[in-house]
């Protein structure tokens, strides 16, 4: 868990171009700590997760999800780009997907068949 967090603390300091010690300077802390809990090394963080989500403008549980945070920069002009999490492919959508191509699969066999009878 402190590795995903570390990886996208890190990552969204870095989308709102913030050096570690701004960082841990607007949260209250050592720039050491604050790099311990990027590295993965602490599990600090978990003190400082109000803080840190208020500063990212992101809620509690998308950094905590294991899912990744994709940083979005619409306007490079912009300080804040946003930050916005994306889920990976859920088991549900493969699933669908799968579905979907065994449907198209029978359908092609059965048009190949159709044609087979009509050319007899």
């Not at 992101?58 to 300080?79: A, F, G, Y």
């Not at 669908?96 to 066999?109: N, P, T």
Request: aromatic share 8%; hydrophobic share 30%; proline share 2%.
């Amino acid at each position: 868990m402190n590795t995903i967090v570390g990886e996208k603390i890190k990552n969204l300091r870095k989308s709102k171009n913030l050096s570690q010690e701004e960082v841990a300077e607007l949260i209250h802390v050592s720039q050491s700590t604050y790099a311990r809990m990027e590295n993965g090394s602490s599990n600090s963080w978990a003190g400082y997760i109000i803080p840190l989500c208020e500063l990212y403008g992101i809620q509690p549980e998308e950094l905590l999800k294991s899912d990744n945070i994709v940083i979005h920069n619409n306007n490079t002009s912009c300080k804040y780009s946003g930050a916005y999490v994306i889920n990976n492919l859920s088991d549900k959508l493969i699933e669908q997907y799968e579905k979907r191509i065994a449907e198209k699969d029978a359908f092609i066999e059965y048009l190949q068949k159709t044609i087979e009878q009509l050319r007899k």
